[in-house]
């Protein structure tokens, strides 16, 4: 049996926005390198999950 996920929206949404954003100003300025850009990415959806345990 498979297992079910739930998804909060609106946890979802701010990740979203707040890639984009990240990328592009990363675009313009070119501060991180590809891997620095991954591994920012991947903390900050880390920090939302462990938020949403919380809650």
Do not use: Y
């Not at 998804?7 to 990363?26: D, F, S, T, Y």
């Amino acid at each position: 049996m498979a297992e079910e996920i739930k998804v909060n929206g609106k946890a979802v949404e701010r990740l979203k926005r707040w890639i984009i954003l990240m990328e592009n100003q990363n675009i313009k300025t070119r501060g991180k390198s590809d891997p620095e850009m991954v591994k920012a990415i991947k903390k900050r959806i880390e920090e939302e999950a462990n938020a949403a345990e919380i809650n």
